[in-house]
């Protein structure tokens, strides 16, 4: 083996791994590329789709509302329509409600000339029809517009039988969905698709009418129904490989499907462009390596044994002009040669020299991707590199002794002679060794930006040249335009934002902030300049510390919950915002930027605390209604059970009759006048009772105890006194004193048992009034007993009692005592009371009455449970049963005819009483003898009486 061929295969063997990792390093980035094209069009897609499923959210909740309101869940066509035609104004264009009958046809819609429309076909309309939940349906066109849409449907039941009685339907227009998806900032080369569960395309980016409505192509449909989402190589109808990210129809959204395709040649091509020129370029690499080990060899040991040879002949021959060209490094034959080539290897080697210079020059020259022109001192042109024959749209040989002005526009065209001129004259250089942007003119007139240097150098001839390097700038411009906008776009959203938003930088500098910002705290973009100042006027004394925080924000690397800040506002009030901060890259200058924005939380921790003080308030009053309860049972006396139990009970029932005038008055106070109408009506004062005075006002902490003395006043009457028979009469007066004088109220009794002098015996009773008037009321009661009846004077001070914002309110008809229940012996009572208490109370009442008790129960799912058996005689209903409202068993009973009566706490029934207006109330705690004779009233009157209304 030769020596040439020993030296090519050491060589090749060094340069084997080299070569190897090379293409290992190429293979590696091309997959890596390949990852992250995988991973941010699935993450394009997630996006996407997350905002997709926020707005099928929204119709889903819209739907579920419709659902809920009695226009549409009572069947009234009239009133769902009017319904529907004020919701027209208020839903976007692109949506339109509908809402069917059990049949499938439209009763009601947002778009009237849907009316009567038998939709029942419809795969949606089905689904809801058959009592399915929430339905995302396939793509249709609609009958009436003609239009593009996708439906939504939920089906809505009926309030009485919670039978399904039609859907609740929704389209929105997929023309819409597609241009609010073209906003979407997809890459130039994606296509976005958005297909139904059968896989007809809804909507796709960028727009192309034919798709719509078409099926997906033959790949993509192999994605439809995949178990998960992913991405895969699709070959489309176009012929383009795609970087498909999918979402199959049982995904995320149940009945669609989406993907975004991202062109494989535009994602990877430069990757593998470069891939495939680094190994083209190291092949020309081993190449040459191999030519020139074998020129090496050949020129150091065979060529210089040739011309040594070859001279030896020569100067065999007699000339002596002969030279030996032996390269330096070939030892041997150069020391042979070493005094006889002196000369003539010094010369040889200045002109290698000077070749291998200009051709380096010329292959930069000619290989440069910039422009590069050569012209002399009048502008002419006497060169150019292929660069600029592309830039320009010149060839070389047009270009060729022209001046080079016709490559510029505007001022530099007309200008360029004369600053070639002045340089020349004055040395004055403004653009030779420094540079400058300048404007340039294509063949075809167009104008681009160029970036221009030119260096200055003489020629063989003594002459100046200048060469011009020119570099098409107009892909940065570009970029700086497109960045310019998206921070243009960045304060948009910012200023615009309807909460606080602020974008600052590590600088300190407030970038943007938003309206809402300035608006709440009342601060000026001025005073905002940066986040100290900000921070200053803000926080104040606690401002190093809140810097502290802020400054922790820059070094972010995901969105952080900062928490509840109190800020100031310009006019010095207190607020409280709650903050979240994200980091949002940096800017051209290297500044790190942080987003912050806030959520003013103000209200909601003053409703917080005044809901604190309320509960507390609440607690505070039903501890001392226990503890009055506690003393009344206490301090009544009596040997008869019985007249205890009734004592007591009256007693309660008037603190419950003054509980429920403060309810409805809201504890503003209660009116004299109904207190001295409920307690004597509740012992059939009725016209026997004659009320004369002006609208006055018991004030809330006086009320319990001005009734308690009525009832004492009353129950007196009742037992001993006017209302003990038929004949006697209650007047009661009162005189409007003024404000904060004393209010003295009269009680005469007329026409009862004659009276005897004064009671031997002072009564617990008398006591009790006494005490309450005297010691608790601050006042002064003063008995007199003459033979016609008891004649009491109340006086009270004038913080008991207010005149203002009293309305006169009239007299009612007489109330008949309950005297006793009916007998209905046998008679079947539904008792429906989630307090045991009460409930086994109510039991025991009506079981010796006689009455066969269904229940108790007290839940909605057990009372309609024994509904289900049979319909009883009448039914005993408490309106609230642990949470729940006792509407359904009130309705089932309507149905069966039964009449029933709500005993409750609530303030005349609540929404139970309006909406069931027929049903008596009674208000607990309900006095026995009332409640005995309401269910007997109700029996009596069961073959008159059909189902109560509401």
Request: proline share 5%.
């Amino acid at each position: 083996m030769k020596l040439p061929h020993r030296l090519l295969a050491v060589i090749a063997l060094a340069l084997l791994p080299i070569s190897a990792l090379q293409i290992f390093n190429a293979l590696q980035r091309e997959k890596q590329q390949t990852e992250q094209t995988y991973a941010e069009t699935q993450r394009l897609l997630q996006l996407i789709e997350d905002e997709q499923r926020g707005t099928v959210s929204g119709i889903q909740r819209i739907l579920a509302t419709l659902r809920q309101t009695p226009e549409v869940a009572q069947d009234g066509a009239g009133t769902c329509q009017s319904l529907m035609d004020r919701l027209r104004a208020e839903y976007p264009p692109y949506l339109d409600i509908y809402v069917t009958d059990r049949r499938g046809t439209v009763t009601c819609a947002s778009d009237r000339k849907a009316l009567g429309v038998d939709v029942s076909f419809r795969a949606h309309v089905r689904t809801a029809l058959a009592g399915g939940d929430f339905f995302i349906g396939n793509h249709i066109v609609t009958r009436t517009t003609g239009r593009h849409a996708l439906p939504f449907s939920l089906p809505y039941r009926s309030f009485d039988t919670g039978e399904v009685s039609g859907a609740v339907i929704a389209l929105l227009d997929t023309a819409w969905l597609e241009s609010y998806l073209a906003g979407k900032p997809l890459p130039p080369s994606a296509v976005l698709t958005v297909a139904d569960r059968e896989g007809t395309v809804i909507a796709r980016v960028p727009h192309r009418q034919e798709a719509i409505g078409s099926k997906l192509p033959a790949g993509f449909l192999d994605l439809l129904d995949r178990g998960d989402a992913g991405v895969e190589r699709v070959r489309g109808s176009d012929g383009l490989v795609r970087l498909v990210a999918f979402s199959p129809v049982g995904n995320r959204l149940e009945g669609l499907f989406m993907s975004v395709g991202i062109d494989e040649e535009a994602a990877l091509g430069d990757i593998r462009r470069g891939r495939d020129g680094a190994l083209a370029l190291l092949a020309v690499i081993a190449a040459c390596t191999a030519a020139a080990i074998l020129w090496i060899g050949r020129w150091y040991i065979e060529d210089p044994a040739a011309l040594l040879a070859g001279a030896a002949d020569r100067w065999r021959s007699g000339d002596l002009t002969a030279r030996a060209a032996v390269p330096a490094t070939a030892v041997e034959f150069a020391e042979l040669a070493e005094d006889f080539n002196a000369m003539a290897d010094s010369l040889d080697a200045r002109g290698r020299e000077l070749r291998a210079s200009e051709g380096q020059h010329r292959a930069v020259f000619e290989t440069a991707v910039d422009a590069m022109v050569v012209i002399d001192e009048q502008g002419t042109i006497h060169g150019s590199n292929p660069a600029a024959a592309r830039i320009f749209g010149y060839s070389g040989a047009e270009m060729l002794g022209r001046n080079v002005a016709m490559l510029m526009a505007g001022e530099d065209h007309a200008g360029h002679d004369g600053y070639l001129g002045n340089y020349l004259r004055t040395g004055v250089r403004r653009i030779i060794g420094i540079g400058r942007e300048v404007e340039g003119r294509r063949s075809d007139g167009s104008l681009f930006p160029l970036e221009l240097s030119i260096a200055e150098w003489r020629g063989l001839d003594g002459g100046r040249y200048f060469t011009g390097i020119m570099r098409n700038i107009s892909a940065r411009r570009a970029a700086e335009r497109e960045v310019e906008e998206e921070r243009s776009r960045l304060r948009r959203v910012i200023e615009n934002a309807p909460f606080p938003a602020i974008v600052h930088a590590d600088t300190g500098e407030v970038l943007h902030v938003s309206r809402a910002w300035l608006d709440i705290t009342g601060y000026t973009r001025e005073d905002l300049a940066t986040i100290g100042a900000w921070a200053e006027r803000a926080y104040g004394e606690a401002r190093s510390t809140t810097m502290a925080d802020i400054d922790r924000l820059y070094a972010l690397d995901r969105p952080v919950d900062e928490g509840e800040y109190v800020i100031r506002t310009a006019e010095g009030n207190k607020r409280i915002w709650a903050f979240r901060s994200a980091p949002v890259g940096g800017d051209s200058s290297g500044r790190r930027l942080v987003v912050s924005m806030a959520v003013d939380i103000t209200e909601r921790r003053d409703s917080e605390e005044r809901l604190k003080l309320l509960m507390r308030e609440v607690d505070h009053r039903a501890k001392n209604a226990l503890m009055v309860v506690q003393s009344i049972v206490q301090l009544s006396r009596s040997e008869d059970p019985v007249r205890f139990t009734e004592a007591v009970e009256g007693r309660i029932q008037a603190m419950s009759r003054a509980h429920s005038l403060l309810a409805a008055a809201r504890w503003s106070g209660a009116d004299l006048r109904h207190l001295l109408m409920e307690e004597l009506a509740a012992y059939g004062g009725g016209d026997r009772l004659v009320l004369e005075g002006p609208p006055v006002s018991i004030r809330p902490e006086a009320t319990q105890a001005v009734s308690l003395a009525l009832h004492e006043l009353t129950t007196n009457a009742v037992k001993y006194g006017a209302l003990s028979d038929g004949e006697g009469r209650v007047r009661v007066s009162w005189a409007l004193p003024e404000p904060e004088e004393i209010l003295c109220i009269r009680w005469e009794e007329v026409g009862g048992p004659a009276i005897d002098g004064v009671p031997a015996h002072e009564g617990f009773g008398s006591v009790l009034l006494r005490q309450v008037v005297e010691s608790q009321l601050g006042g002064i009661l003063e008995m007199d007993w003459p033979a016609e009846g008891l004649s009491c004077r109340i006086c009270l001070p004038g913080d008991t009692w207010q005149a203002v914002g009293v309305s006169e309110i009239a007299q009612p008809a007489g109330v008949p005592v309950a005297t006793g229940p009916a007998t209905h012996a046998g008679r079947r009572v539904l008792v429906v009371e989630d307090e045991a208490l009460t409930a086994m109370a109510i039991q025991l009442l009506l079981e010796d009455a006689g009455y066969a008790v269904l229940g108790p129960v007290g839940r909605v799912e057990d009372a309609l449970d024994l509904l289900r058996s049979g319909p009883p005689d009448a039914a005993v209903l408490d309106v609230n049963l642990f949470g729940a409202t006792v509407d359904p068993v009130a309705a089932t009973l309507e149905g069966m005819g039964v009449p029933f009566l709500f005993c409750t706490g609530y303030h005349n029934g609540g929404t139970a009483g309006e909406r069931h207006p027929r049903a008596p109330v009674l208000g607990k705690p309900v006095n026995a003898n009332n409640l005995l004779a309401a269910v007997g009233s109700l029996i009596s009157g069961e073959a008159r009486a059909g189902p109560a209304g509401g």
